[in-house]
């Protein structure tokens, strides 16, 4: 029996991806996926598109709509983390969905741009202009300002970009404003999507604090949890699929493909070893 897969966390160039959504259409029946989801961040506009593009191959790969919405998770009065929720199969043309990411897109626009004034000031070779005409009409996030860093020779590597003058540390960072873990579920579910939780491991809680999370996530009508992940090590995904048995949560799972952007994770098959079966397509119906 042949097995099928897919990948369910993909990001395109409307976000922080390299690839156009076009792009990952072609990629995907090149990898012989059976769907890809397409998951950018806090936008939904260029899932129109792939739909467009894998209807030109007669459909021969299913495109899922889905995106990643950013929100803050506060775990004490003193403590509080970024945390990123997965929806799919959304209605691509509800009205409030639709200008709740636009909503969203503008604040983070005013974010970047005092931030590239932050930058700009410290005698980084960068500027809002420049980031716009270097990267077009995109939700700029971090991953665009290291990149653009790199290429003007104001950092040696994107990793040292992160690590240094785009850190949160940094005191050329500017905060933006989030949704909560309950408006992003709520937001999601309203526009007819499903709601899951991405990569609940790459948040450095303690045991305790993710069961507290997923308390309160379920409590809000979380659907899913993400277990199959490129990134898991070791008892990683044994771990996430005992909490999504334990809260009742079905699993997904998805190679957070970037393009360029991280070079090492394949779509599709994430750092080289990394399977989502066709089969966990039947969660998302």
């Known amino acids: ?52 593009k894998a209807e030109e191959f007669d459909n021969k790969i299913q495109v899922i709509p889905g995106m990643e919405l950013s929100c803050k998770y506060t775990i004490s009065s003193s403590q509080s983390v970024e945390i990123h929720m997965l929806g799919y199969r959304y209605d691509i043309h509800n009205k409030k969905l639709i200008a709740t990411l636009e909503d969203i897109s503008n604040e983070r626009d005013e974010r970047n741009r005092k931030m590239c004034s932050n930058l700009q000031n410290a005698g980084f070779p960068i500027s809002y202009d420049m980031l716009c005409e270097r990267f077009g009409d995109t939700i700029l996030t971090r991953a665009h300002f290291a990149r653009l860093l790199l290429e003007n020779g104001g950092v040696p590597s994107l990793d040292y970009a992160f690590r240094t003058c785009l850190s949160s540390d940094s005191p050329y960072f500017v905060n933006r404003e989030y949704l909560t873990p309950k408006d992003a579920i709520d937001l999601i579910r309203a526009s007819g ?93």
């Open 1 to 52: 029996m042949i097995m099928r897969y897919i990948d369910l966390h993909v990001h395109s160039n409307c976000s922080d991806g390299t690839f156009s959504p076009e792009e990952l259409v072609v990629l995907g029946i090149k990898q012989e996926l059976v769907a890809f989801a397409l998951t950018d961040h806090d936008t939904i506009s260029g899932v129109e598109r792939a739909i467009k």
């Open 193 to 285: 999507g499903i709601p899951v939780l991405a990569h609940p491991l790459l948040y450095k809680l303690s045991v305790s604090q993710i069961r507290r999370l997923l308390d309160d996530l379920t409590s809000y009508g979380l659907c899913g949890i993400e277990a199959i992940y490129s990134r898991n090590r070791g008892t990683d995904e044994a771990f996430v699929r005992k909490l999504a048995d334990e809260y009742h949560l079905f699993i997904t799972g998805g190679s957070d493909f970037h393009g360029a952007n991280k070079p090492d994770i394949e779509l599709g098959r994430g750092t080289g070893n990394l399977r989502v079966p066709v089969m966990l397509l039947e969660n998302l119906r």
